[in-house]
């Protein structure tokens, strides 16, 4: 970790560089209030691996009956995913908006990959950009892994929910991050931050 008595725009823990707002920022899911916005609005679909792709392939069966009729044509037109203009893997989108995988309950947005992984319908989760959300990864030409809070005005609900609760995002983020970069990575991450504040004291 590098560190001064100064803020420390970069904390890094093994070959990841966190922007500090990860670990200072407060973050908590507000469904109720922005209902799951985030799966609508967007220029692409969520970023994925080639083997998250095969997992959504594979899902399809399981999940293709709580999917809407136009999503269900885009997944046969083009496939559950595309490369986008930025050459980025991503999930298919119904007219340049949802998710192909969204669906709907009580007027909120879900993911049907998650819902069926709720359920015990299926081992697998969801892509882990979606599960990562409001941190966005991006890997960088020395091997390192960068990770930075992308702020949206679709999650100030979320903002002021964690506010409330005193819940920072790594901490609200633990279990994606855990499945991302490994249970020791994590522990790691919460001494350096620990480290961190007893400066501040």
Known sequence: MHTSRREIPILQVGKVLL????VTEYFCCDLSACHGQ??????SG???TLDEAAELERLLPTIEDSLSAEARKVIADQGVAYVDVEGDLVTSIVNGQDCVFTCYEAGC????????????????????SCALYPIREKRLSNGY???????????????????ELRLPLYRF?????????????????????DALQAMKR
Do not use: M
């Not at 922007?19 to 990860?22: A, G, N, P, R, Y």
């Not at 960068?146 to 903002?159: E, F, I, K, T």
């Open 145 to 163: 892994i960068g990770l930075n809070y992308h702020r949206w005005s679709v999650c100030d609900p979320a903002r002021r929910k964690g506010q």
């Open 173 to 193: 983020l633990k279990v994606p991050l855990t499945r991302r970069f490994g249970e020791a990575w994590y522990k790691e991450l919460e001494a350096t931050v």
């Open 109 to 128: 947005c879900l993911c049907a990959a998650e819902r069926a992984y709720r359920e015990q319908l299926t081992d697998w989760c969801k892509p882990i």
């Open 38 to 43: 985030c799966c609508v609005d967007g220029e």
């Open 19 to 22: 922007s500090t707002e990860i």
């Open 46 to 48: 969520a970023p994925l």
